[in-house]
């Protein structure tokens, strides 16, 4: 069985830092690309960023691009998300989920980001 | 970007009502299209892919249908635990789009 779950949310202040990991079982980690999706409070889901299989390929949203950075470690069957310059936009659940075609997602870390 | 449009926002419906939901693209997606379920605190699930092809242990009350840049999702005969939020997503092209969901209420 698929399992995928996150960890590393909190609360931070405008312009901090926060690592969000994503430890992923029950599949070949591998072999999947992961992304990670964003759902700020009583709103809908946004993409945020993916990864290749190999790590050769990133994809970020804009709002993300030169504060976010998505990693992986495939020996540890791990995902990663450093967040740098956060903003109080960015307080949302934040799912990893696994597959092209979004088909497996965790339960979500909460950030908030606030002063 | 491409838009993703999902009509209706909101429905109220009952047990025993067939539902649909339809989902429009700004441009030609093909079929790559999933449809996704969140009930409240609760992540989403995922219904079915490329347009219509369900996933394993999804009712078959659920289907899907369409290609390029309409598509539909439909409930033959809504259950209790159907009430929920459900969402289209496109996958053809980056930055990935969300529809805006739509909320089946109970009527």
């Known amino acids: 069985e698929v399992h995928l779950v996150e960890s590393g949310g909190g609360l931070v202040q405008p312009g901090g830092s926060l690592t969000l990991s994503c430890a992923a079982s029950g599949f070949i980690f591998s072999t999947y690309w992961m992304t990670w999706v964003r759902q700020a409070p009583g709103k809908g889901l946004e993409w945020v960023a993916n990864i290749k299989q190999d790590a050769s390929e990133k994809n970020y949203v804009d709002s993300v691009k030169g504060r976010f950075t998505v990693s992986r470690d495939n020996a540890n069957n791990s995902l990663y998300l450093q967040m740098n310059s956060l903003r109080v936009g960015d307080t949302a659940m934040y799912y990893c989920?696994?597959?092209?075609?979004?088909?497996?997602w965790g339960q979500g870390t909460l950030v908030t980001v606030s002063s | 970007d491409i838009q993703m449009t999902q009509s209706p926002s909101s429905l109220s419906a009952s047990v025993g009502d067939r539902v649909t939901i339809t989902c429009r693209a700004s441009q030609d997606i093909r079929n790559d299209l999933g449809w996704y379920q969140q009930k409240p605190g609760k992540a989403p699930k995922c219904l079915m892919n490329t347009a219509s092809r369900l996933r394993g242990g999804v009712p078959s009350r659920f289907s899907g249908s369409g290609s390029g840049t309409e598509f539909t999702l439909t409930i033959s005969s809504l259950q209790p635990e159907d009430f929920a939020t459900y969402y289209c997503l496109q996958y053809n092209t980056y930055p990935r789009t969300f529809g805006q969901g739509t909320k089946v209420e109970t009527k």
């Open positions: 989920v696994s597959g092209w075609d979004f088909p497996y």
